[in-house]
């Protein structure tokens, strides 16, 4: 498998860790909650190091970009699915952009 795939895999783990650390620090009631809180922390240092891995192959932009762009997607449809957070037709429509934003970014 060539090294840009696995850099991209690597992105998608830890853009993966980040949303399950974001949904785990909405758990933990603002750290009242140990558990889930110290697990969220633990889910970003996980992140930052596939990030790292990452940046080996990817340029940093493109890299921080995917991650903070599926971050934002996986913890907003998270919150959708998960704590029934509401989600206007305009938030739906900033998803849409932000996939196309992340796709013209990769193909540069």
């Known amino acids: 498998m060539p090294e840009q795939y696995i850099a991209l895999l690597l992105v998608l783990c830890a853009a993966m860790l980040d949303v399950l650390a974001n949904l785990l ?14 697990l969220a922390l633990l889910g970003v240092g996980l992140a930052f190091y596939c990030l790292s891995l990452a940046v080996r192959t990817l340029d940093l932009s493109v890299a921080y970009a995917m991650w903070g ?26 998803i849409a952009l932000l996939l196309l934003g992340m796709i013209l970014l990769h193909q540069a």
């Not at 620090?25 to 110290?38: E, H, N, T, Y």
């Not at 998270?78 to 305009?90: D, I, K």
């Open 69 to 94: 762009g599926f971050g934002i997607l996986g913890t907003s449809l998270g919150g959708w699915f998960l704590f029934r957070q509401r989600l206007r037709p305009c938030a739906f429509a900033g």
């Open 25 to 38: 620090l909405a758990r933990s009631d603002g750290f009242r909650k140990r558990l889930p809180g110290l």
